[in-house]
């Protein structure tokens, strides 16, 4: 039962009106499936006095006091042989469209680098643990669609911070993602096209998100929107470096494209004004093709 | 929702009931009288994602209470105020000089016709959940004063106390028609999966996505009432979707409202278990366990978030959004919006909409083919899905992971409706949902509408596409059977 004092927390009260059970089931037979489709619906109202938003502004998240900052670095490395994946368009194959040819279309759903580094691989803040977030830059990162692929082929992006889609081949693209916690996107970038498109994301995403385009089916691309500055995605030789993280114990998600989560939860203690060094290791059976 | 609503893990009934009329107690006990008497009803129950069957069980009773709370089963319906709907028949405030027979009310909202046995319910003020019996309403007087039958209101109401007259009652008249009409093909939950949906193809609407795919919204948009209002009246043609030009502007209206509480409630379940699903599926569950977590330490983690609030943090983040989302959309910011007039279908429009569609700037043709008939090369390529993995035969598929055809032009059967502005309104803002996307922006309005002429004038080319030097061959005569041969 709600108290006065309780109704305040909620900010919703419950109010059960007269809920008529229709006995018209009783004296006639019943059916195993019950009533259904037929039944008469009751209602139960529910207020809504203040709504979510003005609770959760009510309540700011306590924040923990960061005494200071350190990086995070090291490498992502393959463990075992990989052998690399042929091309998804190879040169001069034939296409609908030429430019897609002209220069082999490499897979990118897995690239390793020089000692077996492996690239693209997204390391983040699972949350963030407390002090100061800085805003986010204004400025917008750029995706272009050259040569029939997506460059760069995976990005961290910032919550309000505009992602623009462009193409710089002769032909039309299309951009299309659907991500989890925010709106749909599915437009299509004409010809040589320097403007672009841009989408800015309201929300931040829990795992990074795939973009296609609809007219050449082998391209994609990933990309992250998160709520903090602290992700990073790994170079061509599997290398990594995070600066400026909270000196405190964090815990970061360690995500690819093909072995889907590496880490859940990579617990690291990071020293102020110091740095840990860490290689993290996929077995190469995880790259396998699924 | 405050942070003992929901307590998890353990053996509680918490939800947040608030105090029911004695008339609830009554039906209580009505319902066990009617148990002895060997007469047992079943109610109907929503369905859940297949990401809930995923999920830890903690997590699936989570995501259960919730969905139970704000938005009840199929025929226990929670009306729940902070959902952008018509609920209620009437909604109005209190205004000056009540007395025991008559109410003066102010209505701020009228969406069905007020009758007599409708009750009334106050919202607010002194006589918000007061333990008298439920008010039903004898008349709408003059001047919007609601009469009550004698003996009147035991208690009056106070001026600016807000006033529901049949609440719920859109919802619930909503619900009958959807149980009649709808439910067969889009099931009890709006999950496209009715006892008919396995016989059609294409496969019925999912509403549990907020996702609509014949709008007249800009691309980033909802659908808006409208749109679904003239999809339930004209149908979409070339599907198994028909008219229901025979139902009430009434009737039609709480069909619109109960479809787009169903989205609502399905969209809460789709983005609750996508959250839920990173933490605390039994995959994500399996990992961290094999990690060095114990099992117990990540169930308590869960059981804390929910018991401590923060889920309902989560939650209201996640009503809040779909809430704004749905509101923006019946803006009329939201509307695809032509800046010039339907040019005229002249020749010369006609052959620059044909130079648009066979252009780079839109390569209509990857999806559409040359000559319209829905077969380019695209419907022949290895597509992918959301997680990047192989789609299972060649062609397109839509965000539900159904396979999907563009359309043939030639045939002059249009979706989403065959006025020139749905045609406008399809290139400019895409078909949501799917691979078709949106044009809006990147062409001018001119040159859409030449488009429009265009896939307009492909039903009734006199000659095959192509060079232009073959005349059209009709179909020949299918041969002639003697009857009983």
């Given at each position: 039962m709600m108290s006065a004092r309780s109704r305040q927390l909620s900010g919703i009260v419950g109010l059960a009106l007269l809920a008529v059970s229709p006995m018209s089931g009783c004296g006639k037979p019943t059916t195993a499936l019950g009533h259904g489709a037929t039944a008469e619906p009751t209602v139960t109202v529910l207020l809504a006095e203040g709504g979510g938003a003005a609770e959760a502004a009510a309540t700011p998240a306590a924040s923990t006091a960061i005494a200071g900052y350190g990086t995070f670095k090291g490498r992502v490395v393959v463990n075992g042989a990989f052998s690399p994946l042929p091309a998804l368009l190879a040169q001069g194959a034939p296409t609908k469209d030429a430019i897609c040819s002209q220069k082999a279309v490499p897979d990118e759903s897995v690239v390793v680098g020089s000692n077996n580094g492996l690239a693209n691989v997204f390391i983040y803040l699972?949350?963030?643990?407390?002090?100061e977030v800085p805003p986010a830059p204004a400025e917008p990162i750029s995706i272009d669609q050259q040569g029939c692929r997506f460059l760069p082929h995976a990005v961290i992006c910032r919550v309000g911070q505009p992602l623009n889609f462009k193409n710089s081949d002769p032909v039309a693209h299309n951009t299309a993602f659907a991500p989890q916690s925010s709106a749909g996107f599915n437009q299509t970038i004409v010809a040589n096209d320097q403007a672009g498109a841009n989408y800015t994301y309201s929300k931040a995403e829990a795992v990074p998100v795939r973009a296609k385009c609809d007219y050449h089916a082998w391209m994609g691309s990933y990309h992250l929107p998160l709520a903090h500055p602290w992700g990073v995605v790994t170079g061509e030789d599997g290398s990594f470096e995070i600066k400026g993280v909270p000196g405190t114990t964090v815990e970061f998600v360690v995500w690819h494209e093909k072995a889907d989560y590496i880490s859940r939860s990579l617990k690291v203690t990071i020293p102020v004004d110091g740095e840990v060094v860490q290689e993290i290791s996929v077995e190469a059976a995880k790259l396998a093709a699924k | 929702m405050k942070k003992s609503e929901f307590s998890i893990g353990t053996r509680s009934t918490g939800t947040a009931r608030g105090r029911a009329f004695p008339g609830a107690l009554t039906a209580g006990l009505l319902a066990m009288v009617a148990l002895t008497s060997g007469c047992v009803r079943h109610d109907a129950e929503f369905s859940h994602r297949e990401e809930y069957n995923e999920l830890i069980p903690e997590g699936q009773e989570y995501v259960h209470k919730v969905l139970g709370t704000y938005f009840g089963k199929p025929t226990r319906i929670v009306a729940w105020e902070k959902l952008p709907l018509k609920l209620h028949a009437a909604v109005g405030t209190v205004g000056e000089g009540a007395t025991s027979l008559s109410v003066p009310v102010n209505f701020t909202q009228e969406n069905l016709p007020l009758r007599p046995e409708l009750e009334a319910a106050w919202l607010?003020?002194?006589?918000?959940?007061?333990?008298?019996t439920p008010a039903l309403i004898e008349a709408i007087g003059e001047n919007g004063s609601v009469m009550f039958p004698d003996p009147g209101l035991a208690q009056l109401p106070a001026a600016g106390d807000r006033v529901a007259i049949g609440p719920g009652e859109v919802l619930k008249f909503g619900r009958v028609l959807y149980a009649e009409h709808?439910?067969?093909?889009?099931g009890v939950s709006g999950?496209?999966?009715?006892?008919?949906?396995?016989?059609?193809?294409?496969?019925?609407?999912?509403f549990r996505r907020g996702i609509f795919k014949f709008t007249t919204t800009v691309a980033a948009s909802r659908a808006s009432r409208t749109d679904l209002s003239r999809t339930i009246d004209e149908g979409i043609p070339g599907t198994y979707m028909p008219s229901f030009k025979l139902l009430t502007p009434d009737e039609n209206m709480a069909l619109v409202e109960y479809v787009l509480w169903l989205a609502m409630r399905g969209e809460v379940e789709y983005q609750l278990t996508g959250q839920l699903k990173n933490d605390y599926s039994n995959e994500a569950f399996a990992d961290r366990v094999k990690g060095g977590e114990s099992a117990a330490e990540i169930r308590k983690e869960l059981t804390d978030a929910v018991n401590g609030g923060e889920m309902a943090d989560t939650f209201n983040g996640i009503v809040d959004t779909a809430v704004e989302r749905w509101v923006a959309a019946q803006e009329e910011a939201s509307l695809v919006t032509p800046t010039v007039k339907h040019l005229e279908a002249t020749a010369e429009s006609i052959a620059r909409g044909r130079a648009l569609y066979l252009s780079k700037d839109l390569n209509c043709v990857a999806c559409h083919g040359e000559a319209g008939l829905g077969d380019g090369p695209q419907t022949y390529s290895i597509t992918k899905n959301s997680a990047g993995a192989d789609n299972p035969t060649p062609g397109l598929y839509d965000d539900w992971g159904n396979l999907v055809v563009p359309r043939n032009l030639t045939t002059g059967i249009y979706r989403g409706g065959r006025r020139p502005i749905d045609l406008f309104s399809r290139l400019h803002g895409g078909i949501k949902g799917t691979p078709m996307p949106a044009f809006g922006g990147k062409k001018s309005d001119e040159e859409l509408w030449d488009l429009v002429n265009y896939i307009m004038s492909v039903p009734y080319e006199k000659r095959t596409p192509g060079d232009g030097s073959k005349e059209a061959k009709p179909a020949e005569a299918p041969p002639q059977v003697a009857a009983g041969g």
């Amino acid at each position: 039962m709600m108290s006065a004092r309780s109704r305040q927390l909620s900010g919703i009260v419950g109010l059960a009106l007269l809920a008529v059970s229709p006995m018209s089931g009783c004296g006639k037979p019943t059916t195993a499936l019950g009533h259904g489709a037929t039944a008469e619906p009751t209602v139960t109202v529910l207020l809504a006095e203040g709504g979510g938003a003005a609770e959760a502004a009510a309540t700011p998240a306590a924040s923990t006091a960061i005494a200071g900052y350190g990086t995070f670095k090291g490498r992502v490395v393959v463990n075992g042989a990989f052998s690399p994946l042929p091309a998804l368009l190879a040169q001069g194959a034939p296409t609908k469209d030429a430019i897609c040819s002209q220069k082999a279309v490499p897979d990118e759903s897995v690239v390793v680098g020089s000692n077996n580094g492996l690239a693209n691989v997204f390391i983040y803040l699972k949350k963030v643990p407390g002090g100061e977030v800085p805003p986010a830059p204004a400025e917008p990162i750029s995706i272009d669609q050259q040569g029939c692929r997506f460059l760069p082929h995976a990005v961290i992006c910032r919550v309000g911070q505009p992602l623009n889609f462009k193409n710089s081949d002769p032909v039309a693209h299309n951009t299309a993602f659907a991500p989890q916690s925010s709106a749909g996107f599915n437009q299509t970038i004409v010809a040589n096209d320097q403007a672009g498109a841009n989408y800015t994301y309201s929300k931040a995403e829990a795992v990074p998100v795939r973009a296609k385009c609809d007219y050449h089916a082998w391209m994609g691309s990933y990309h992250l929107p998160l709520a903090h500055p602290w992700g990073v995605v790994t170079g061509e030789d599997g290398s990594f470096e995070i600066k400026g993280v909270p000196g405190t114990t964090v815990e970061f998600v360690v995500w690819h494209e093909k072995a889907d989560y590496i880490s859940r939860s990579l617990k690291v203690t990071i020293p102020v004004d110091g740095e840990v060094v860490q290689e993290i290791s996929v077995e190469a059976a995880k790259l396998a093709a699924k | 929702m405050k942070k003992s609503e929901f307590s998890i893990g353990t053996r509680s009934t918490g939800t947040a009931r608030g105090r029911a009329f004695p008339g609830a107690l009554t039906a209580g006990l009505l319902a066990m009288v009617a148990l002895t008497s060997g007469c047992v009803r079943h109610d109907a129950e929503f369905s859940h994602r297949e990401e809930y069957n995923e999920l830890i069980p903690e997590g699936q009773e989570y995501v259960h209470k919730v969905l139970g709370t704000y938005f009840g089963k199929p025929t226990r319906i929670v009306a729940w105020e902070k959902l952008p709907l018509k609920l209620h028949a009437a909604v109005g405030t209190v205004g000056e000089g009540a007395t025991s027979l008559s109410v003066p009310v102010n209505f701020t909202q009228e969406n069905l016709p007020l009758r007599p046995e409708l009750e009334a319910a106050w919202l607010s003020g002194n006589l918000f959940q007061k333990n008298d019996t439920p008010a039903l309403i004898e008349a709408i007087g003059e001047n919007g004063s609601v009469m009550f039958p004698d003996p009147g209101l035991a208690q009056l109401p106070a001026a600016g106390d807000r006033v529901a007259i049949g609440p719920g009652e859109v919802l619930k008249f909503g619900r009958v028609l959807y149980a009649e009409h709808c439910l067969h093909c889009h099931g009890v939950s709006g999950d496209s999966h009715g006892p008919t949906a396995p016989y059609l193809n294409p496969k019925p609407r999912d509403f549990r996505r907020g996702i609509f795919k014949f709008t007249t919204t800009v691309a980033a948009s909802r659908a808006s009432r409208t749109d679904l209002s003239r999809t339930i009246d004209e149908g979409i043609p070339g599907t198994y979707m028909p008219s229901f030009k025979l139902l009430t502007p009434d009737e039609n209206m709480a069909l619109v409202e109960y479809v787009l509480w169903l989205a609502m409630r399905g969209e809460v379940e789709y983005q609750l278990t996508g959250q839920l699903k990173n933490d605390y599926s039994n995959e994500a569950f399996a990992d961290r366990v094999k990690g060095g977590e114990s099992a117990a330490e990540i169930r308590k983690e869960l059981t804390d978030a929910v018991n401590g609030g923060e889920m309902a943090d989560t939650f209201n983040g996640i009503v809040d959004t779909a809430v704004e989302r749905w509101v923006a959309a019946q803006e009329e910011a939201s509307l695809v919006t032509p800046t010039v007039k339907h040019l005229e279908a002249t020749a010369e429009s006609i052959a620059r909409g044909r130079a648009l569609y066979l252009s780079k700037d839109l390569n209509c043709v990857a999806c559409h083919g040359e000559a319209g008939l829905g077969d380019g090369p695209q419907t022949y390529s290895i597509t992918k899905n959301s997680a990047g993995a192989d789609n299972p035969t060649p062609g397109l598929y839509d965000d539900w992971g159904n396979l999907v055809v563009p359309r043939n032009l030639t045939t002059g059967i249009y979706r989403g409706g065959r006025r020139p502005i749905d045609l406008f309104s399809r290139l400019h803002g895409g078909i949501k949902g799917t691979p078709m996307p949106a044009f809006g922006g990147k062409k001018s309005d001119e040159e859409l509408w030449d488009l429009v002429n265009y896939i307009m004038s492909v039903p009734y080319e006199k000659r095959t596409p192509g060079d232009g030097s073959k005349e059209a061959k009709p179909a020949e005569a299918p041969p002639q059977v003697a009857a009983g041969g």
